[in-house]
């Protein structure tokens, strides 16, 4: 486990210096990648000056939501972008060649095209989360900063697990299932907002099916000390939720084994 670390760590840097090569470019990327989601926090703005909450949920309660669902989603798409562009190296064949070395396919198809400039989201979603926590009402107490910190790394998980599963539906369709983006990106754009403006088929599907509720709303919920109004779940189950995505991670992970030990090449 250590060794695939340390591996994953030469990778990655590598990938670092060789995007680094043309820093004006890399930098007008980053700060264009800035902008981008600025702009979308800017439309949240709005539409609170417009009506002030929804449905009983403050600005500074929502900058929360979409600061978590930000940086988790920079983070694992920054990390996970080889799996979201797995469907070439099976197209053509290359993941042939992945196999012959006696590493993890999960570990080389990661770090395949590791994405430093997601850096400028993660910047965006930081700042938002951090203007989130100083205007909400919540006295900032180690305990409310550990729920925060699972949130994050519940959610990230959750993300990567996603990017992972696309990935191996490929073995098996061989071209990308372009359906999976609605959980990946829609996953985004549905967890920067509470769980209880939607409607109730919608709320159970985020809960039970693909668990972002568990990794944003709930915990969010219950540093917030607001009540479920949903599911009208205990406190320690608010708190302990984010463990679901480390176990949709394992999952998905258990999947791309089962995926690899069946993989069929393109022969192209």
């Not at 990935?167 to 359906?179: D, G, K, N, R, Y």
């Not at 302990?240 to 176990?247: C, K, R, Y």
């Amino acid at each position: 486990m250590i060794n695939a670390i340390k591996l994953w760590g030469r990778y990655a840097r590598q990938a670092v210096r060789s995007q680094l090569q043309y820093r004006a470019s890399f930098i007008m990327r980053v700060f264009g990648q800035l902008v981008l989601h600025a702009l979308e926090a800017v439309v949240i703005l709005a539409l609170f000056d417009r009506f002030g909450s929804i449905r009983g949920w403050r600005l500074p309660e929502v900058l929360l939501f979409y600061g978590i669902a930000h940086i988790s989603f920079a983070v694992a798409e920054g990390t996970a972008r080889g799996f979201d562009l797995f469907p070439r190296l099976v197209k053509s064949g290359d993941f042939d060649i992945l196999l012959l070395r006696p590493r993890s396919t999960a570990l080389q198809v990661s770090v395949s095209d590791f994405q430093l400039l997601r850096i400028g989201r993660l910047a965006q979603g930081a700042a938002v989360l951090a203007w989130g926590m100083l205007t909400v009402n919540v006295a900032w107490y180690w305990t409310h900063l550990l729920i925060l910190l699972s949130a994050l790394t519940g959610a990230t998980c959750m993300f990567y697990a996603l990017f992972v599963f696309q990935a191996t539906a490929s073995f098996w369709t061989v071209e990308s299932l372009e359906v999976m983006n609605m959980f990946t990106y829609g996953g985004v754009q549905t967890t920067q907002y509470p769980l209880e403006i939607y409607q109730k088929w919608f709320q159970r599907f985020f809960i039970f099916v693909i668990p972002l509720g568990c990794v944003t709303y709930l915990p969010v919920v219950a540093l917030l000390g607001r009540e479920d109004a949903i599911f009208h779940s205990p406190v320690w189950l608010q708190t302990t939720a984010p463990v679901m995505g480390v176990l949709f991670l394992l999952a998905s992970l258990y999947l791309w084994e089962f995926g690899v030990r069946h993989y069929r090449s393109t022969g192209s």
